[in-house]
């Protein structure tokens, strides 16, 4: 059903910014061809981002976030390119090659510490998903329970019973799942009910409210419980102020991200992570 759906929509793709703009743009300044040449390239790299513990305030995990460098144009934003990868039928490739590189990179850290990846919504139809991170959890040797995967609720994720299928054999293996930009745009809560998430992120815009909205105050506090009395845990995103911290914390936001903790970085500065109670070594993350 989701698959028809898509189609109806435009070919199984989905995409942020409207069609008719991102056609305009893309012919405009060739950015299809360059994104086109840069997948026959694998010209991508990774930043990495940490998430702490709000409790302990101990990094726990890094999501990987893919950079391109255009020719002549420098580094341009996912923000930007990603739709446009969604709408040319690129975008499968490019996740395949993140989850691929990102899976490969964290088994060279010396800590076992969680990654987590970002892939499109494009993906959850007939059974590609499981299938790719099989072959790429075997090709790399990465413990399943390193790896989270992140679903953005920008687009709209239909109640569906064989992407709820789908989404359990990725969790069967023992991967986890975040549902990313929660309560913005396609905000459904019967997707916190129908699919098995693992972990909910907080949207950016919500946590940019803390200490001057009263009303998103509100709603941040009652997400948080909702996602608690669901058993998932929840992650603040674009946490900027020490403030924002603290309204996380005091109301049950377990993990924290931003550039409050550490902006996106290509390699790990490793020994220095955790250092100041390196007594205790860091475990891996369980996958419960
Ligand atoms: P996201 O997954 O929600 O990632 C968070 C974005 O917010 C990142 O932007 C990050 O740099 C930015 N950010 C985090 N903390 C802060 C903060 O405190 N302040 C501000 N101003 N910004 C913050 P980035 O790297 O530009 O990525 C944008 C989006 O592109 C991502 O949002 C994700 O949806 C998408 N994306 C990135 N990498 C991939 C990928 O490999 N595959 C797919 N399908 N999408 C990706
Ligand atoms: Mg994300
Ligand atoms: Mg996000
Ligand atoms: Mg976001």
Known sequence: AALAAAKKHGDGRH???TPQ???AYTLSTGLEQDLQAAVAQGAFHLNWMPAIDTATERVVSFEALVRWNRPGHGEVSPALFIPVAEAGGLIEQIDAWVLRAACKEAQSWEQALGISVNVSPVWLSHSRLPNLLKRVLEETGLEPNRLQIELSERSSMEQDGNVRRELSQVRAMGVRLALDDF???YSCLSTLITYPFDQIKLDRQFVQAL???RRAEAVTRS???MVQA???TSCAEGVETEEQ???LDAHGCEEIQGYLIGRPIPKLPLRKLNQDDSDTALEPISSD
């Open 15 to 17: 995409c942020r910014a």
């Open 21 to 23: 703009l991102t056609a």
């Open 183 to 185: 309560g913005t745009g």
């Open 211 to 213: 200490g001057h909205d």
């Open 223 to 225: 997400m948080l419980q």
């Open 230 to 232: 669901l058993g998932m």
């Open 245 to 247: 911290l603290a309204f």
